[in-house]
């Protein structure tokens, strides 16, 4: 590679944005800000660089992180997710504020991984984070802000996957499996990986049945009528409090109007550590990566010292938009409404119809030097302004 390349190409996993994408972007973001504020969450803004032991206790694979070395040899990372960053700033500078709190964000984050379409290593995300209760209707406001979320982006074709954590480790402690089998047969069904689940599970000493029964967990989906079936799988007063918990979830997203959108996936699972409870996954069709994903994380707080319940979710930007795009729809770029143009005495008048033009919320583009008619009639097209003001 020579010298020129090393300069003009962007990292790996990274991209420039161009006007074009630059103004969708940040057309999604201010949507989304206005959106969460509507709903009563307010903005925090956290540091884009982090203690490396704040992120990777929570990571299932630390080497997806970029780590950095800092100030008399610290490790510090690029946050890979905001959930983590945002459990620190409540544990220490927002501990002693009502509950609950509700926090939201925009910002990007940064995860070392194959790249593809959808998928950086840079990449911007938006979410909310519900902190301080613990209630079905925390969890029920979570995803019916996700999914007003979509909705307000313009997708309209999306499914709401919801799955419950708890059910899962019920079953799994049920069948009195050990801790290390339990997660990487956790990570197994994560990553959708049939066969290593089932090499696992075939190891396992237990019976023929209960084997099979264990098998079904990642294949356990439909809608509302599965949760009566899932009443009937192995069997614990924990098991059963996690269905309900789920039913209760369900039953309130009905009164959002929402309950169209919404099928049980008891094999999600996500990919951070930290979820307790109820956990979920938006799909759009033809897109083979999650839209966006949130759910219940009551234990997290705790290890920073400030035990509280919490919930929340994150939407993938760059997802939206190639979602849109998919679906043959894209967000216009804005308009330029005026050129201006000018003779070479007229440079002032010019500029003081540019300046009234502008403070009444016009887009304007002022010539940069003087030019003919003509040319500045040829200008305005160029530029892509819808009309021409010119002064002699």
């Given amino acids: 590679?020579?010298?020129?390349?090393?300069?003009?190409?962007?990292?790996?996993?990274?991209?420039?944005?161009?006007?074009?994408?630059?103004?969708?972007?940040?057309?999604?973001?201010?949507?989304?800000?206005?959106?969460?504020?509507?709903?009563?969450?307010?903005?925090?803004?956290?540091?884009t660089i982090e203690h490396l032991e704040t992120l990777a206790p929570r990571m299932?694979?630390?080497?997806?992180?970029?780590?950095?070395?800092?100030?008399?040899?610290?490790?510090?990372?690029?946050?890979?997710?905001?959930?983590?960053?945002?459990?620190?700033?409540?544990?220490?500078?927002?501990?002693?504020?009502?509950?609950?709190?509700?926090?939201?964000?925009?910002?990007?984050?940064?995860?070392?991984?194959q790249t593809q379409m959808g998928r950086q290593c840079e990449f911007h995300q938006a979410g909310v984070e519900l902190m301080g209760s613990d209630s079905p209707a925390s969890?029920?406001?979570i995803i019916a802000l996700a999914i007003e979320a979509i909705l307000k982006s313009g997708i309209k074709d999306f499914q709401i996957h919801m799955g419950q954590i708890a059910f899962l480790d019920a079953v799994l402690s049920y069948f009195e499996i050990e801790d290390v089998q339990r997660k990487t047969l956790k990570s197994a069904i994560e990553c959708h990986d049939i066969v290593l689940m089932d090499c696992i599970v075939d190891a396992l000493p237990l019976s023929e049945k209960d084997r099979m029964a264990i098998k079904q967990l990642p294949?356990?989906?439909?809608?509302?009528?599965?949760?009566?079936?899932?009443?009937?799988?192995?069997?614990?007063?924990?098991?059963?409090?996690?269905?309900?918990?789920?039913?209760?979830?369900?039953?309130?997203?009905?009164?959002?109007?929402?309950?169209?959108?919404?099928?049980?996936?008891l094999g999600i699972i996500r990919d951070f550590n930290y979820y307790t409870g109820m956990v979920f996954e938006g799909y759009a069709p033809g897109l083979?990566?999650?839209?966006?994903?949130?759910?219940?994380?009551?234990?997290?707080?705790?290890?920073?010292?400030?035990?509280?319940?919490?919930?929340?979710?994150?939407?993938?930007?760059?997802?939206?938009?190639?979602?849109?795009?998919?679906?043959?729809?894209?967000?216009?770029s804005p308009s330029?409404?005026?050129?201006?143009?000018?003779?070479?005495s007229s440079i002032d008048s010019a500029i003081h119809r540019a300046s009234e033009l502008r403070h009444v919320g016009n887009t304007v583009e002022l010539g940069l030097h003087s030019q003919s008619y003509e040319e500045a009639e040829s200008s305005r097209a160029e530029r892509g302004c819808e009309q021409l003001e010119y002064f002699e």
């Fill in 219 to 265: 294949l356990l989906n439909g809608k509302e009528d599965l949760l009566q079936k899932l009443y009937d799988f192995p069997r614990s007063e924990q098991s059963h409090s996690a269905i309900d918990n789920l039913e209760e979830i369900y039953r309130i997203l009905k009164s959002y109007g929402f309950s169209d959108y919404i099928c049980f996936d």
């Fill in 139 to 141: 969890d029920a406001e």
């Fill in 60 to 113: 299932q694979d630390e080497n997806s992180l970029f780590m950095l070395l800092g100030n008399k040899n610290k490790l510090l990372a690029l946050r890979n997710e905001m959930t983590t960053p945002i459990v620190r700033l409540v544990s220490s500078r927002l501990k002693d504020d009502p509950r609950p709190l509700k926090l939201s964000y925009i910002g990007n984050v940064f995860r070392m991984e």
């Fill in 1 to 47: 590679m020579n010298s020129e390349q090393l300069i003009l190409e962007t990292p790996y996993g990274t991209r420039d944005l161009l006007p074009a994408d630059a103004a969708a972007m940040r057309h999604m973001e201010n949507m989304l800000s206005s959106l969460f504020l509507c709903w009563g969450y307010h903005e925090v803004v956290t540091p």
């Fill in 288 to 332: 083979g990566f999650p839209l966006c994903g949130g759910g219940r994380y009551d234990r997290l707080l705790t290890e920073y010292g400030h035990p509280m319940p919490a919930t929340g979710f994150a939407l993938g930007i760059e997802r939206l938009l190639l979602t849109l795009e998919r679906q043959g729809r894209r967000i216009p």
């Fill in 336 to 344: 330029k409404n005026f050129y201006i143009g000018y003779g070479e």
